[in-house]
T-cell receptor
């Protein structure tokens, strides 16, 4: 049981390049989330997927797109990377109805030059 | 979504009890209070969650007064490994889906 996994761990992009961050969970959770965390700051929600087949914008969605590929996988795409998107990106998932909690992946450290 | 306010930083020494208080004046009836811990270069990790009164687990205790407008995370006998950022969050857990708002958290530094 790996929990939440993210790839890659590190990435350096040039301005204007595109890339996809991958996230997978093996806990059979319904909901998945993408956050970004800038230095010294808390996490900000980019996009979320309440259940398979649905996605919605969070607090800071501009410049990103997401795909809920299936129940396990939720990807985040940067179509044209900008230096302002330099951050650490965390994926999380949460489970069934009730007082459940979010489980976070190890993060992807992205630098856009 | 209810906003939370917590101290930016706290210092402690090994073996002491640490209490971190969080203010959430606009908490709603269905909201639960959850605390997460984050070590450098890692994702946040769930510590404890509660709705009212007191909750205790193997890691911490959570005290919530009757009006629920604040809560206190208590870490007994902290060690150096408890140095981390602690986030207080308030959200409706009744549906299982959580749209949580992380503030800047409380940076706890434990010294020898």
């Amino acid at each position: 049981n790996a929990g939440v996994t993210q790839t890659p761990k590190f990435q350096v992009l040039k301005t204007g390049q595109s890339m996809t961050l991958q996230c997978a969970q093996d806990m059979n959770h319904n909901s998945m989330y993408w956050y970004r965390q800038d230095p010294g700051m808390g996490l900000r929600l980019i996009y979320y997927s309440a259940s398979e087949g649905t996605t919605d914008k969070g607090e800071v969605p501009n410049g990103y797109n997401v795909s809920r590929l299936n129940k396990r996988e939720f990807s985040l795409r940067l179509e044209s990377a900008a230096p302002s998107q330099t951050s650490v990106y965390f994926c999380a998932s949460s489970g069934l109805v009730g007082t459940d909690t979010q489980y976070f992946g190890p993060g992807t450290r992205l630098t856009v030059l | 979504l209810a906003k939370t306010t917590q101290p930016i930083s706290m210092d402690s020494y090994e073996g002491q009890e640490v209490n971190i208080t969080c203010s959430h004046n606009n908490i709603a009836t269905n909201d639960y209070i959850t605390w997460y811990q984050q070590f450098p270069s890692q994702g946040p990790r769930f510590i404890i969650q509660g709705y009212k009164t007191k909750v205790t687990n193997e890691v911490a205790s959570l005290f919530i007064p009757a009006d629920r407008k604040s809560s206190t995370l208590s870490l007994p006998r902290v060690s150096l490994s408890d140095t981390a950022v602690y986030y207080c969050l308030v959200g409706d857990m009744s549906t299982g889906f959580q749209k949580l708002v992380f503030g800047t958290g409380t940076r706890l530094l434990v010294s020898p």
